[in-house]
Nanobody
Framework: QVQLVESGGGLVQAGGSLRLSCAAS????????MGWFRQAPGKEREFVAA???????RSADSVKGRFTISRDNAKKMVYLQMNSLKPEDTAVYYC????????????????WGQGTQVTVSL
């Protein structure tokens, strides 16, 4: 019922920046908390950042100070600004949505985008 489409992934050198975008089709976007998760080959999906409908933010320790999640409720968009990228940030990044309270647990999110590849070279 909620469709999410990520964009903005690509190849970047270590120390560089990328901005990921997620376009949502939710009827009342502000009722949904949004999250970014990532998954590297052979590894489990891990939490990156989440934002509540009102704009409250959480992020994983591994990206704190480097990544910033934000949202534009008027445009029904979620963003992940990634700075000071490291090779270990290489993964498929997924946008996810759930009702109400933000969470860092992937299983609590009911809607997922298709993912966008981020590759950070040495």
């Amino acid at each position: 019922q909620v469709q999410l489409v990520e964009s903005g992934g690509g190849l970047v050198q270590a120390g560089g920046s990328l901005r990921l975008s997620c376009a949502a089709s939710a009827r009342t976007f502000s009722d949904h908390a949004m999250g970014w998760f990532r998954q590297a080959p052979g590894k489990e999906r891990e939490f990156v950042a989440a934002i509540s409908g009102a704009g409250g933010r959480r992020s994983a320790d591994s990206v704190k100070g480097r990544f910033t999640i934000s949202r534009d409720n008027a445009k029904k968009m979620v963003y992940l600004q990634m700075n000071s990228l490291k090779p270990e940030d290489t993964a498929v990044y997924y946008c996810a949505a759930k009702l109400l309270v933000a969470s860092d647990v992937a299983d609590e999110y009911n809607y997922w985008g298709q993912g966008t590849q981020v590759t950070v070279s040495l």
